[in-house]
């Protein structure tokens, strides 16, 4: 084989799998039923033409069997008239149209049978471009699915693509680095302007606060909250403060006043406000 020869053979074999690849099946199953139908059409009237030939041989048939009879008729009044010679002549006619007739009747029979054939590959045909519809409904909704079954592949592949999450990464590392910024400038900004320090103790104490407060709301709920410090406290120094009121009490009588022990007691049993008024009078 020649370099020509094979450039050549190179060529075609590559407008073939152009024509192949560019071939759509949708579009080439209506092709192929539109030139179906332009068959099934041609054959209708193939068809046609055959029945009306058919038709055609049966009247000329008929006709020429009429003929015959008619003429056998004639023949039989020649008879009855007594005219030999004319029956004769009549029935000569007579087998002349029935040769005829019978040609016809054979032409006839032929072509009926030809048409009956044409009849049933006429359904054959149109059975087959039904089936052919029914079969490209089928094909579509296939090639319809596996688009759909690749058109997802295709975008699963994308997913696992990690291009796009690395993207996703980059930009959360670059929003992280942008609020450790903010957060630098806003603590470099305090720290101008000297509040920093304070602004940190408010933040402890209002923390160590708002700890104290949830811990006593959880006691509270539970049951399980005490009596306040200085409500002890003061509970503890009541007999004291009444002692001590008692002593200055004591201390404040009047020098040289000699008590007796029903005296003391009843002095106790007084009201120890009052005998200070008193006392003061």
Do not use: C
Request: charged share 30%; hydrophobic share 40%.
């Amino acid at each position: 084989m020649g370099i020509f020869s094979r450039l050549g053979a190179l060529i075609k074999s590559n407008l073939n799998d152009l024509i192949s690849k560019a071939e759509d099946p949708e579009k080439m199953l209506n092709q192929v039923l539109l030139e179906m139908q332009q068959q099934l059409v041609e054959a209708k009237k193939a068809v046609a033409v055959a029945i009306a030939d058919e038709k055609k041989l049966q009247k000329q048939y008929v006709t020429e069997a009429d003929k015959s009879k008619e003429w056998e008729r004639k023949a039989m009044v020649a008879v009855r008239a007594g005219d030999d010679a004319l029956a004769r002549q009549a029935l000569v006619r007579k087998q002349e149209h029935e040769n005829i007739a019978g040609q016809f009747q054979q032409q006839w029979m032929a072509q009926k049978a030809a048409v009956e054939k044409l009849k049933d590959a006429l359904r054959l045909l149109n059975n087959k471009i039904e089936e052919a519809k029914r079969k490209k409904n089928l094909l579509i909704a296939r090639k319809k699915r596996a688009e759909a079954q690749q058109q997802i592949a295709n975008t699963m592949q994308g997913l696992g693509d990690t291009s796009a999450f690395d993207t996703f990464d980059r930009m959360a590392e670059r929003i992280q680095l942008m609020e450790a910024e903010a957060e630098a400038g806003a603590e470099l900004a305090g720290e101008l302007s000297g509040d920093t320090l304070e602004s940190k103790f408010l933040q402890l104490e209002q923390s160590g606060n708002n700890e104290d407060d949830a811990l006593s709301e959880l006691k509270a709920k539970m049951g399980m909250l005490e009596a306040p410090k200085e409500s002890k406290q003061l509970a503890a120094g009541a007999p004291v403060a009444a002692a001590s009121a008692a002593a200055s009490t004591k201390t404040e009588l009047p020098t040289g006043s000699h008590l007796s022990a029903e005296d003391m007691k009843e002095l106790e049993d007084l009201d120890l406000a009052e005998l200070e008024k008193d006392l003061k009078k």
